[in-house]
């Protein structure tokens, strides 16, 4: 039996190595071929170029004129791009940027340098956006790169509105056009919009795309048309080849469709750490739908990551930034209960939600790492505000924003206080910052922060909303002048739930009508807006009573709060107190309902077969 010796890679050898290489190379030390690319030469080392890139390897070993040659006219090459390859060759560093990517790609492609390939893809993927997936579509289909043309067709299909009146999707070739008009999850609420985007790609070249008349109007799903449409496109055409063409397609539709993804959309409450039924894990991602009244299971944020920031753009995309991951799991046994006791790093982690998938993709980390923060959408940015961050007051008070399109942060001002909690909203495109009684704005363009008019009461813990020119600050906990927190902030006998308006215009607070919270105890308001109508969505509870929920709305002519919906606890199971709120439009086919199980303590002790659920008694079904 023979021993095999243990070998350790020598790292201080091999970067010794490439370090003399490049000396070698700088110095056009031992070169033995020349690189010629547009009158610009490059004396390197085949041994160099063989290594790294297929395309020499097979050049330099296969005995053919070039391999005897000690200089090589490259055609179809950049200069500047080559000299990045070499630049690679000689260090393993790769420099890669917006404005080269593409071309770097294309070179990387034609010399075969697949480490270079790799790199371009992982940062193209990254880099979808709505600006360029219709061009980064035609590129990938080019290259036949199938992980990035994946990645840009489903933005294209989630950004479609956006995207069809580009110049890029009007350049499309037939062939991915009719890829995407075929498609099912064309996140359209109407047919009409597809209609309109395929007769803007006929219309584009009339003369040359004439022949693919019938197969573009081929993928529109006809009948899920208006009829006002109908009538306007099928009928009283004149009689030339194109209504003949047009006609003769409506009479051969089927009299039935299938819905585009974005036709099934339902506006939901997006819960991102509400307590877990499961008992492996504290939290559990959940979104409720109010026109359904069903609960669907949402993709846990990776990693086990909790305590994030979330906010949902204009454009209905999720996203959520910092929070803490466990480190170390420990058991610790007790008489009747085994407790998880864990260690936390606090992480600038920043993902964004892909509904289709139901799954959560990383994007550029923060520049700072943050528990909690305030993210708002301002400007076709997003703002990371304060949060409990690691090093002392003067990191609470940072901010930077996220450009949605460049894919990259940037601090701004800090904030003029150092918060543990704030609440932030958005209001003509300021953002606005309130804890305790005081609130500050925002104004992006000048990079600035003013102090705006103080609260007639001291809280923390509160929720805010923004609608129209109204900033709504709702709930919380009561701080007294020494600073430490008091009641809740609800009426003496605990029936109702503060709320103060703040207007934008007049700059001043008012009091508003407190919200009545029957069976109240410590409730968990949420300001929310839906259906285009300010509401709160609150967990009461009452002494040791299950947890319940309700949805109120604000009539703002009657300042008054008013019961919108009953959640049933058949519907949603208790969702803690930490949980906290964001309102999205998602698809129910993408995600997975969550069933209803009645919980434990339901059933009487004695064991009988009736349980009482809101009031009513309710016999089990036999099994």
Known sequence: MSVQDERQVNTEYAVCLLEQLKFFYEQQLLTDIVLIVEGTEFPCHKMVLATCSSYFRAMFMSGLSESKQTHVHLRNVDAATLQIIITYAYTGNLAIRDSIVEQLYETACFLQVEDVLQQCREYLVKKVNAENC??????????????????????????????????????????????????????????????????????????????????????????????????????????????????????????????????????????????????????????????????????????????????????????????????????????????????????????????????????????????????????????????DNVGGELNKRTVEKYDCEKDEWTMVSPLPCAWQWSAAVVVHDCIYVMAHNLMYCYFPRADTWVEMAMRQTSRCFASAAAFGDKIFYIGGLHIGSNSGMRLPTSTVDGSAVTVEIYDVNKNEWKVASSIPAKRYSDPCVRAVVISNSLCIFMRETHMNERAKYAIYQYDMEQDQWILKQSVSERVLWDLGKDFRCAVGKLYPSCLDESPWKPPAYLFPPDGADDFDIDGEMVTLPLV
Not at 198 to 224: C, F, G, H, P
Request: charged share 20%.
């Open 134 to 387: 219709v061009r980064l579509l035609s590129f990938a289909d080019l290259f036949s790169c199938e992980e990035l043309k994946q990645s840009a067709e489903r933005m294209v299909e989630h950004k479609f509105t956006t995207v069809y009146h580009q110049d890029a999707f009007l350049q499309l070739s037939h062939d991915l056009l009719i890829d995407i008009l075929s498609s099912d999850n064309l996140n359209v609420e109407k047919e009409e919009t597809v209609r309109e985007a395929a007769m803007l790609w006929l219309e584009y070249n009339t003369e040359s795309r004439s022949q693919y008349l019938s197969s573009v109007l081929s993928q529109i799903r006809i009948d899920a048309l208006s009829e006002v449409t109908q009538r306007a496109w099928f009928q009283g055409l004149p009689p030339n080849d194109k209504s003949v063409v047009v006609q003769g397609l409506y009479k051969s539709m089927p009299k039935f469709f299938k819905p585009r993804l974005g036709m099934t959309k339902e506006e939901m409450i997006i819960v991102i750490e509400a307590a877990s039924e499961n008992s492996d894990s504290f939290y559990s991602s959940i979104c409720y739908s109010p026109q359904a009244e069903k609960v669907y299971k949402l993709c846990n944020p990776p990693g086990d990551l909790q305590k994030v920031g979330t906010v949902v753009t204009n454009d209905n995309d999720i996203y959520i930034a910092g929070g803490q991951v466990p480190l170390i799991s420990a058991k610790t046994s007790h008489s009747k209960t085994s407790k998880l006791q864990l260690a936390f790093r606090t992480v600038n982690n920043f993902y964004c939600f892909d509904a289709q998938q139901n799954n959560w993709f990383p994007k550029t980390p923060m520049l700072c790492a943050r528990v909690k923060p305030s993210l708002v959408y301002c400007e076709g940015c997003i703002y990371a505000v304060g949060g």
